[in-house]
């Protein structure tokens, strides 16, 4: 199909001036490579912009005005006017925990009466819970829940979606849930990257009876397992991209991350980093060390952790939906920025620690908690999300030859989606160049 989007109020490009990203005369632009600084700001506005797409990629991108007359109008060309509306591309939550079993709202009622997440975990509750739930789930039934999820994201505008395993923790649920999130692909319009994540917690089999203190967890046999038989195996099925590690205060430790995330390396995932979340572990060092590609959280970074990461071009990818839900800290953005670290934002959604889904309230959560600006923020939860899953040469702006993934929203200006952080304001949506939402 060939569609015209034209007349638009705001057309939000996310492609910078040369001069921002400080590439001098600047011919080239560096795609899929993250923003930083000053260029989290440059959102490319055009205004009475028009955006023409032909069989799902974008094949001119300019005024109105100057393009209209340029344009051969075939006969299927569907045109639609924009006028007073704001299009901009869809949004990519790069880090979601997607697919589960079950639910943990009795944990949402302790903690509202004052337990910690961390608590709750302690008891065997939390991830665990989950991982019981998930490995008892059919997978009509995973698939089935996840769509519904699916479906709701898309309305919010969400046209990419990362998802992680790490609720099976054994290795036939960890394939189920990898496996599911492919077949989500077939099943839906938005595109589902698949994370392995056997690294999420140490499952109950590798724990001691009648105690789940550190102590008596066999944590090298457990650690073994993911390296000798989850990461090969998940890997010769191509089942996942990447691999994340949760390290952090009573999970897997910096060694530990290390070991997972070279192994995975090893067998051609890249690898990602729950990092310094509950408290400063060291973990954003791993992220610097092992060449991470994005380091999540960060509620808890060190200096040192901080600097590694930029050295290393690692992406912050941050979660303030979380930081709300469990009453925790928020990161500090805006040190990370005035550093030159790229940074990013996704939902986190999972069913303990925050279930929101849509992205323009982690938006607004952004400006108000890690002091982004509107800007900033719209950069993170698009472009820079794109680069945290390695698809910024593809996706994440609206630019000639990228993949048609765009919005059309009912706002004046972006700046409303944070400012009216709470309400659905997408009318469009359009992904791989084909209306999924609106007309
Ligand atoms: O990103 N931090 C680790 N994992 C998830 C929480 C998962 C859960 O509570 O089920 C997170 O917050
Ligand atoms: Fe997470």
Same mark, same amino acid.
């Given at each position: ?13 996310? &492609? ?78 790069? *880090? ?41 789930? &059919? ?21 990419? !979606? ?12 960890? =394939? ?23 690294? *999420? ?37 191509? +089942? ?20 997972? +995330? ?11 980093? *729950? ?10 060092? /791993?992220?610097?060390? /092992? ?5 999540? *959280? +960060?509620?808890?970074? &060190? ?14 990818? @941050? ?21 030159? =670290?790229?940074?990013? @934002?996704?939902?986190? @959604? ?32 698009? $472009?820079?999300?794109?680069?945290? =899953? ?23 200006? $972006? ?5 009216? $952080?709470?309400?659905? $304001? !997408?009318?469009? !949506? !359009? ?9």
């Amino acid at each position: 199909m060939h569609l015209i989007i034209q007349h638009i109020g705001q057309l939000v490009t996310l &492609s910078p001036s040369p001069n921002a990203l400080g590439e001098g005369r600047g011919e080239v632009k560096p795609l899929g490579k993250a923003r930083v600084g000053l260029a989290m700001s440059e959102l490319g506005i055009i205004e009475d912009g028009l955006v023409a797409i032909e069989n799902g990629n974008i094949v001119a991108v300019g005024k109105t005005s100057e393009l209209k007359p340029k344009l051969k109008l075939l006969p299927h060309t569907k045109v639609i006017d924009a006028g007073n509306q704001v299009v901009m591309p869809g949004f990519v939550d790069c *880090h979601t925990h997607l697919v589960y079993g079950g639910s943990r709202e009795n944990e949402f009622e302790m903690r509202v009466s004052g337990i910690t997440y961390q608590e709750i975990a302690a008891k065997g509750g939390g991830i665990r819970s989950t991982v019981k739930a998930t490995r008892l789930a &059919s997978r009509e039934v995973l698939k089935r829940d996840a769509l519904k999820r699916l479906d709701r994201m898309l309305m919010w505008g969400t046209t990419t !979606v990362e998802s992680k395993s790490g609720y099976g923790l054994e290795t036939k649920s960890e =394939i189920k849930q990898l496996e599911v999130i492919k077949d989500l692909n077939d099943l839906q319009a938005i595109e589902v990257v698949p994370t392995f994540m056997g690294a *999420h917690e140490f499952p109950e089999e590798f724990r001691g009876t009648g105690d789940s203190g550190q102590g008596t967890v066999d944590r090298d046999g457990y650690v073994k397992l993911i390296c000798e038989e989850m990461i090969p195996k998940v890997a010769e099925a191509a +089942l996942a991209e990447f691999c994340d590690v949760f390290c952090d205060q009573g999970v897997f430790t910096p060694e530990e991350a290390i070991k997972i +995330l070279e192994t995975a390396s090893n067998f051609g995932m890249i690898p990602k980093i *729950h990092a310094d979340e509950l408290a400063s572990v060291g973990a954003a060092e /791993v992220a610097g060390k /092992v060449k991470a590609i994005s380091a999540e *959280h +960060l509620l808890y970074p &060190s200096q040192a952790g901080l600097e590694l990461m930029k050295a290393a071009g690692t992406i912050a990818v @941050l979660l303030p939906g979380t930081s709300l839900t469990i009453k925790k800290n928020y990161a500090p953005a805006r040190k990370m920025i005035e550093m030159g =670290i790229p940074v990013a @934002l996704a939902t986190d @959604l999972n069913p303990g620690s925050c279930t929101i889904e849509n992205m323009p309230f982690i938006i607004g959560l952004a400006c108000l908690y890690l002091g982004l600006t509107p800007a900033e923020a719209i950069c993170a939860a698009t $472009y820079n999300a794109a680069c945290a =899953i390695k698809r910024g040469d593809r996706i994440g702006s609206i630019e000639e030859g990228k993949q048609a993934d765009l919005l059309i929203m009912d706002i004046p200006n $972006y700046r409303y989606i944070p400012y009216h $952080y709470a309400v659905n $304001y !997408v009318k469009t !949506v !359009v992904k791989k160049g084909r209306i999924v939402v609106g007309q």
